[in-house]
């Protein structure tokens, strides 16, 4: 063979001539864009942003799986073992983009990949990532304290409801010209039908004249006396109270214990005394208590709060001083003129009382009345624009009280105060007379006025009597 016979069998080809493999190479490029409407180029591109955009969503859909495994892992686990064992389920199957045809690869890029895998109920299961599960336990948790504290504080209202209301075994012992009924729980009493108000609780409040209640084992005796003596009492459905306000020289039937604490008996004393036989805090308390009661006609006194003369000052200052007007003219107060009490000035004005005539302690109450008025005012002014108030306050007078009021109690005034139940007070004194003993002023209660005034406050009128 020639070397020109060798070129030219080098250079053959079985495809034809030069000018056919170019028509059948056009042919071919113009039926590869008529089917996939792009160019080989293009197709290219398209196939590796296709490839990077599901690697990207392979990726995502691990970090799902794993968070949703460490959510639900038991649960996914056995909704698994069920999958494999139970049913036939279709999955289609991807292929590899090199495995496809161009024709294929080109149609699946155009159509973005639309078509939908069909899978049963279970495999739409909420995943959650790590974030997600972390905010979801904070939450839980949160809620579950605000349950649980809701639940504490309900149950302390309740409670403190029931131990205000408690009548403690009521029997109340009317005078001669009063029936009364079931206990107390009914009064006939002129033609007219009286009911117990079931609604109200009583607290007594005491202002003891030594400094005294900050000290513990007190010696019977030397405990100091009640110069002031009121019991609140406070209606918890309408929100109305009344101060009944009872002379410190009431003569009442008081308790008598020795100076061991011995109970002795029962004597007619001032009923101020009646706190000097105790140890200066919860006997000499109990034993105020017990006279108050016998006093009003065994009516249940379901608390008491007594404050010492030290603590005026503390309370008052922390309310930012009181205003009031003078009744009376002693020490550096003139009747009629308006003052703001500050410091001891405070002391002065609640304490103070003239022993040159024997209407000096009526004198006192009056200022006293006075006083209550104003820093009643003052406390519901001021716990309106912040419900702190009262809690402050009591935290003031602390060091200088002896008080059966609980947590419970303080809930549920709390609750009804904020509640706006609250309507302010009305002072009334008992009635009676005031007279010169051997040694002492001895004031004696007016019996039909005090009755009628404890029917007032304590009973609903219903009616006559049929």
């Known amino acids: ?55 990207l969503q392979e990726a995502i859909e691990k970090e799902n799986s794993s968070a949703y495994e460490d959510l639900d892992d038991f649960i996914y686990r056995q909704n698994k073992k069920r999958t494999r064992t139970s049913g036939k389920h279709h999955h289609h199957r991807r292929r590899s983009p090199s495995k496809l045809s161009p024709g294929h690869r080109a149609s699946k890029i155009k159509s973005k990949h639309k078509h939908k895998h069909h899978f049963h109920r279970h495999h739409h299961r909420r995943r959650f990532k790590r974030w997600q599960k972390v905010c979801l336990s904070i939450v839980c948790v949160l809620l579950a304290l605000i349950i649980i504290g809701t ?17 403690g075994g009521m029997n109340i012992d009317a005078p001669k010209n009063a029936e009364v009924i079931d206990n107390g729980n009914y009064i006939y009493y002129k033609g007219y039908k009286y009911r117990y108000n079931d609604n109200i609780t009583s607290i007594l409040c005491m202002g003891i004249d030594k400094d005294t209640l900050n000290k513990v084992g007190g010696t019977v005796g030397t405990g100091g006396d009640a110069d002031s003596i009121f019991v609140i009492a406070y209606d918890l459905s309408s929100g109305k109270s009344k101060l009944i306000n009872i002379s410190r020289d009431t003569m009442a039937e008081i308790g008598i214990y020795s100076t061991n604490g011995a109970y002795i008996g029962e004597k007619k004393a001032q009923i101020a005394l009646a706190y000097a036989y105790g140890d200066g805090r919860e006997t000499s308390c109990h034993n105020e208590l017990v006279a108050v009661r016998q006093l009003l006609y065994n009516i249940p006194i379901n608390s008491y709060l007594a404050l010492d003369e030290q603590g005026i000052a503390a309370v008052n200052d922390a309310m930012g001083g009181i205003t009031v007007v003078s009744p009376e003219t002693i020490g550096e107060f003139k009747k009629g003129e308006t003052y703001t009490l500050m410091g001891s000035l405070a002391n002065s004005y609640v304490i103070s009382r003239s022993h040159s005539t024997v209407e000096g302690n009526s004198l006192r109450m009056e200022r006293q009345k006075t006083y209550i008025e104003s820093f009643g005012s003052s406390l519901f002014s001021k716990t309106k624009s912040d419900l702190s108030t009262p809690v402050k306050i009591f935290n003031t007078a602390t060091p200088y009280i002896c008080t059966d009021i609980d947590a419970n109690k303080v809930a549920y005034l709390s609750y009804s ?9 009305e002072i009334k004194n008992i009635p009676g007379k005031v007279k010169q003993g051997k040694k002492y002023a001895e004031f004696y209660v007016d019996e039909k006025g005090c009755f009628e005034l404890f029917l007032d406050t304590y009973y609903i009128k219903e009616g006559k009597i049929e």
């Open 151 to 167: 639940g504490m504080l309900v149950l302390m209202i309740n409670m403190g409801k029931k131990s205000l209301l408690d009548k």
């Open 1 to 55: 063979m020639s070397l020109q016979d060798k070129e030219n069998n080098h250079n053959h080809n079985p495809m034809g001539k030069p000018e056919e493999v170019d028509a059948f190479l056009q042919f071919q490029q113009s039926d590869y864009e008529n089917i996939t409407g792009m160019k080989p180029e293009q197709s290219a591109e398209q196939l590796e942003e296709a490839d990077r955009a599901s690697k």
């Open 417 to 425: 105060a904020v509640r706006g139940n609250y309507k302010g007070f």
